[in-house]
């Protein structure tokens, strides 16, 4: 029986996103975090969890997959459907990005679907969100940003990017999707772990609402093109990517809303920084969503002033990137 996602029949969709969980060894710290994310979505009540990468820290790991298998019970202990893309620290050890893709599809409640042959990665595809009035009333786009740049350091950068054959599979995609949908793009979001270029112009040059611990995003220095890929299509409304563990900003750049999640595990900052998810919330129908932070102590924020502290040290900075 095929899977599907639907609206409400208030007309809402709403999402949690849990970002760089790093399953890794359950010990008190891991016990803690399971029991804040099994909270979150006991007082959120989502019609889908998604997982933005790192969920696993899988260098030095004996056998990575059984935390991945941790990771993958969160929802299913709750009968809620979820999918994953993945991140840098997920395939550092004994496992394949491909093996826990192919692992996340054996779930009953995953919702994630096979690759498409000949695109980049492991984790890319498209989902819809059938409404009362469209069988087909939104999109939702997860796509595979890699892990480290597979070009020299010095030259390119630290971070892989999403690449040119992922930017054409997407644009097939939302050629297709609109064409079902009389002509008109669908609202559409898009889950990736590492962060676009354009989250560090945004919050340079735009207005964002939350904060950002450190100096930069760590996006790649590779512009690829992905979001100008979104802008000419013009479906996807908001971008959600994790990776950056003391970012939890979002700002609007050109119509669409960059996103990061707010870290489910360790901020790796040198001042109380609480771990917790970001909410999504869609409305059938219109070409907007609402979004805020679900914290540990259970506190919600929305819209929360700017802030960049003053005076990180580079020792300090070291530490929030590693």
């Known amino acids: 029986m095929a899977k599907s996602l639907r609206f409400r029949e208030d007309g809402s969709f709403k999402i949690v996103q849990f970002t760089d969980p790093e399953f890794s060894s359950y010990e008190a710290e891991e016990q803690r975090m399971e029991a804040m994310m099994l909270g979150i979505l006991k007082d959120e009540q989502p019609d889908l969890v998604v997982y933005t990468g790192d969920i696993i820290a899988s260098a030095g790991h004996p056998n990575p997959v ?3 298998r941790r990771a ?6 709750l009968n809620i459907p979820w999918a994953a893309v993945f991140g840098n620290h997920d395939t550092e050890g004994t496992v394949t990005r491909e093996q826990l893709h192919a692992l996340q599809l054996t779930y009953p409640h995953n919702y994630a679907k096979p690759d498409p042959p000949g695109v980049h990665g492991s984790g890319n595809y498209v989902l819809t969100v059938e409404g009362k009035e469209r069988e087909t009333a939104a999109a939702l786009y997860f796509l595979d ?3 480290y740049s597979p070009l020299e350091y010095s030259r390119m950068g ?5 690449r040119r054959d992922q930017i054409d599979w997407y644009t097939r995609e939302s050629y297709r999707l609109t064409g079902s949908n009389g002509g008109t793009p669908l609202p559409s979001l898009a889950f990736f772990h590492i962060p676009l ?3 560090n112009d945004v919050w340079d040059f735009g207005v964002c609402y939350g904060e950002r611990n450190a100096p930069f995003c760590c996006a790649p220095w590779v512009n690829s093109g992905f979001f100008a890929a979104m802008i000419e299509m013009g479906d996807v409304m908001g971008t959600f990517a994790g990776h950056d563990h003391g970012h939890d900003f979002w700002g609007d750049w050109h119509g669409i809303r960059l996103c990061y999640g707010r870290t489910t595990r360790n901020a790796y900052l040198d001042r109380p920084f609480l771990t917790g998810a970001r909410v999504i919330s869609l409305k059938e129908g219109e070409r907007s969503f609402d979004t805020w932070l679900h914290l540990e102590d259970g506190t919600v924020l929305s819209e929360q002033p700017k802030h960049e502290p003053e005076g990180r040290t580079p020792e300090n900075v070291a530490i929030y990137l590693t």
């Open 145 to 147: 940003s890699g892990s």
């Open 158 to 162: 630290y971070y892989d990017w999403i």
């Open 197 to 199: 270029p354009e989250y």
């Open 66 to 68: 059984v935390a991945f």
């Open 72 to 77: 993958c019970s969160v929802p299913e202990s």
